[in-house]
């Protein structure tokens, strides 16, 4: 009987269980058959936002990371559940308006990543009014195919409302206070999501995020979402930090710059170009991968591999641009200050005020001008250049451009550069010294001039002798019709305007007193794939090589970054066999530009983030605006959280925290010193500040 009354009772409690569970699973088929068109909605906006981090940043890790997608759906039902505020007739209308906006979100940051190799920023709506000068280059060099696949989502939210039309889905009656209630339990169910969330948070996740210095690393953990929002939050942050933040910023830019001394350290190039005129050169989008490149025998840069042999050349310097591109090359040159965390310093603080390099040369009685034919608002250069110092700005307006001698975005670098001589030779005429700004332009994205740019084919030919001693040319494709092929046939012709520009300047007698200063302002932000065919090209095949070939060169995401370096040279015309004639190997960034010249030239900027290079030398570290860091000795990707050593030293843990702190220290500073106006002598905390508001 005893064991009867056991075997009762287990028979009950799985009866029970069983019970329960299907009770659960009629609940849960039940809420999946009621709420077909919201968790539509939810589903397809987590998919779109993780395709979004597949096409980005490939490791699975990242575009299936739980962090990410927990994010994502906790975002998805807390927008969602406003829907049940609405009809079950007019909720549809709610959902798809969500869902395109979502969609946009996911495209626009698709098409923005390709580009700039990060994501997109509210602040940045800004420069829209740039798009139509650079129109042809967004289209050829930017939108692909893969962006527009998010419209699934929309589309798939239509599928499913028309079907659900289709079987009178909603002639269901709803009453007001159930469709509340029904939005109050989905509510609840994004906060607990989002308390799950929050719980898998780390200091760095939490450290990052208020940051927003490192965008991959956000959308990594935080998803697109959020990230979005959080972007939006900063970009209105300026506005209420230049009222209530200016005492904490200004104690860490003091405490920053406390021991910094009032006098550079002197080396043995203090003053060697004190006096001499300078023309620099902005180097549109020209890469040091290009010098010393041959095709067919045929130099990509012959005029830049005769002056890096002639005269002072880093060959190991990097740009330290982020959104703005030029516009922030130009700003980190002049300044020795790094681009700011939210939008361009060009555009969004353009009334800040700046230490430049033009304004320390007027001090000393230089005439200070800069040349560029182009749209003098493009950039809002008619007014930065004028805050940078610059007594007068040449732009397109100064310049005669016709139909004829057009290339890519407007005036020929061949013809800016005659029509600058003549202007070169009446400003030599009325000043003693004088310091210009020449920014080229033919070598802009999309590179698709190539019958502009004259003969350079980039393509592999080689000479076979056949049986009969005869022989005979085979041509390979190589690189033709690929965008880093264009990339260098353009480069060439960039290389030759330089070339003939310079033989002008010494026949006008204008080199005579006069320093060459050349930097590239960025990377070609060309496809990574066109680089692996570039170095590992099968000719027999017309393919690349297997990554098994003895031959196959390995180029991942850390030799493509590496890659990205731009040449910076320093040439006078008879520097060849002096000790200045050197190549420099150490690391050196935008920023080490201005404190090197200014020992040269004989000014100084206590508030410079970069170092004399002379004077730093192999000590050197150039941070990026991304959080990235690299030295002699090691790359470290603050993405990736992760570093490629660059020489047999080993690199201990101790070393990638102090300078990931010191870069993420100096970024702060950077972006303090132009946020909250630091510069400027006159500024004061606001009124409500100062009364403890």
């Keep these: ?103 946009a979100i996911c495209m626009i940051n698709s098409v923005y990543y390709t580009f700039y190799t990060s994501f997109a920023s509210v602040s940045m709506l800004s420069l829209t009014q740039y798009i139509g000068d650079v129109g042809d280059a967004v289209v050829e060099n930017v939108l692909q195919l893969k962006d527009i696949v998010y419209i699934i989502g929309p589309i798939a ?35 607990i999501l989002a308390l799950i969330f929050l719980i898998t948070m780390t200091p760095l996740d939490v450290s990052r995020f208020a940051k927003q210095w490192n965008k991959e690393y956000i ?12 972007d939006l939050i900063t970009t209105i942050q300026p506005k209420i930090n230049s009222m209530f933040g200016y005492d904490k910023a200004k104690k860490e830019f003091t405490d920053y710059f406390a021991d910094v001394k009032d006098e550079a350290e002197k080396n043995e190039y203090s003053n060697i170009f004190a006096g001499k005129n300078v023309i620099v050169i902005h180097a549109e989008s020209m890469q040091t991968n290009g010098i010393g490149l041959k095709f067919n025998d045929q130099e990509v840069t012959p005029t830049l591999n005769r002056l890096t042999k002639e005269g002072m050349y ?104 005659k029509q600058s001589v003549t202007k070169l030779k009446k400003i030599n005429e009325k000043n003693e010294n004088w310091y210009g700004t020449l920014i080229m332009l033919s070598n802009h994205t999309p590179f698709s001039d190539t019958e502009k740019y004259g003969d350079f084919e980039v393509n ?7 049986e009969d001693g005869t022989t ?65 090209y099968d000719k027999e095949n017309d393919d690349i090589l297997s990554d098994e070939d003895p031959n196959y060169i390995k180029f991942d995401s850390y030799q493509y970054e590496l890659g990205r370096k731009v040449p910076f040279l320093i040439w006078t015309k008879d520097m060849a066999g002096t000790k200045l ?12 530009v201005m404190p090197t010249l200014g020992n040269m030239f004989g000014f100084y900027n206590k508030y410079q983030l970069g170092h004399d290079i002379f004077n730093i030398k192999e000590n050197n570290i150039v941070v990026f605006p991304n959080g990235n860091w690299v030295t002699n000795k090691v790359y470290y990707n603050s993405q990736k959280e992760a570093y490629l050593s660059l020489s047999d030293e080993a690199i201990s843990e101790e070393e990638i925290k102090k300078n990931n702190e010191y870069a993420n220290k100096l970024l702060d500073v950077s972006d303090n010193i132009i946020v909250f106006d630091l510069l400027n002598e006159n500024k004061e905390a606001m009124p409500e500040e100062k009364k403890g508001v």
């Design 157 to 191: 939210l239509t599928i499913v409302h028309l079907n659900l039309k289709k079987k009178n889905y909603y002639k269901k009656i709803e009453i007001k206070s159930e469709r509340k209630k029904r939005m109050l339990s989905t509510l609840s169910a994004s906060g």
């Design 460 to 466: 592999m030919k080689e000479t076979i002798t056949k």
């Design 1 to 103: 009987m005893k064991k009867i009354k056991t075997g009762f009772h287990n028979l009950k409690d799985k009866l029970s269980i069983t019970l329960k569970r299907l009770k659960t699973e009629h609940l849960i088929s039940q809420y999946m058959k009621n709420n077909i068109l919201f968790l539509t909605f939810v589903i397809t906006a987590v998919i779109n936002s993780t395709i979004l981090r597949f096409f980005c940043m490939h490791m699975v890790e990242n575009y299936l990371s739980v962090k990410a997608i927990l994010a994502d759906v906790t975002v998805a039902v807390l927008i969602g559940s406003f829907g049940y505020l609405f009809k079950p007739k007019n909720r549809f209308t709610y959902l798809i308006v969500a869902n395109i906006f979502l969609t």
């Design 472 to 536: 005979e040319e085979i041509v390979h494709p190589y690189m033709e019709g690929t965008k880093l092929g264009n990339y260098f046939k353009s480069y060439h012709y960039a290389d030759e305007a330089l070339g003939e520009f310079i033989d002008e300047l010494d026949e006008a007698g204008l080199l005579e007193n006069t320093v060459l200063v050349l930097y590239g302002d960025h990377d070609g932000r060309l496809p990574k794939a066109d680089y692996n065919r570039l170095y590992n």
């Design 314 to 417: 880093f060959s190991n310097f990097y740009s330290q641009v982020s959104v703005g591109t030029s516009s922030d090359s130009e700003l980190t040159y002049n300044t020795s200050l790094m681009p700011t965390k939210s939008g361009t310093a060009f555009v969004s603080y353009y009334d800040r005020t700046y230490i430049s390099t033009p304004k320390l040369l007027k001090e000393k009685g230089y005439y200070t001008f800069s040349m560029h034919a182009n749209n003098a608002d493009f950039w809002n250069r008619r007014i930065m250049h004028e805050n940078l110092g610059y007594d007068r700005f040449y732009s397109k307006q100064d310049y005669n451009v016709t139909k004829d001698n057009i290339i890519g975005l407007g005036l020929s670098d061949k013809e800016f550069f």
């Design 581 to 592: 004639n050197q190549e420099i190997t150490n690391v050196m960034g935008m920023y080490d």
């Design 219 to 230: 959308v990594m953990r935080f998803g697109i979402y959020i990230y979005q929002a959080n």
